[in-house]
């Protein structure tokens, strides 16, 4: 059977802040500017996970679209959703990784794709800040 690929979005409400405590307030207003503000910002966030393998020949499927909804919403929405990145999730405390969109695929893509059923694997991971933002991973070093 050819390799076909599925893609979920799902949604998040989260805050953060880009600070390094380790630098200097002008180091980092010069490096992050408005993101830097000490109480943070939010946004409504799209998460799209494409994932690729072998089409199963009798279930006409490569996953469980069921399973995947199942991680999506554990380790992305259940995760993530009304929290603050820096002050809620180890990953991003202050002093640790910076939660950028970029450090948010990584993290992503850590999460789901160690969960993902035999056959099937991460080909992608999209965050969307917002309509003109986003980053995205494929798994390159």
């Known amino acids: 059977m050819p390799t076909a690929y599925l893609t979920r979005t799902v949604h998040f409400s989260a805050a953060h802040r880009y600070h390094r405590p380790d630098w200097s307030e ?7 500017g408005a993101c830097g503000s ?12 494409t994932v ?7 279930a006409s499927m490569l996953a469980d679209l069921a399973a995947l ?6 380790e992305v929405v259940d995760s ?10 180890p990953e991003f405390a202050y002093g640790r990784t910076v939660p950028t969109g970029e450090a948010l695929c990584l993290e992503v893509w850590r999460r789901v ?6 056959g099937c694997e991460l080909d992608c991971v999209r965050v969307q800040e917002d309509p ?7 798994g390159e070093d």
């Open 26 to 32: 002008a180091r980092n207003a010069e490096a992050f």
């Open 38 to 49: 000490p109480n943070g910002h939010g946004h409504t966030y799209s998460c799209v996970v």
């Open 52 to 58: 690729k393998g072998r089409v199963d020949p009798q």
């Open 69 to 74: 909804d199942r991680i999506l919403r554990e």
């Open 80 to 89: 993530y959703d009304h929290r603050h990145l820096n002050l809620d999730i």
């Open 113 to 118: 794709g160690a969960r993902l059923p035999r």
């Open 132 to 138: 003109a933002l986003w980053s995205e991973y494929r």
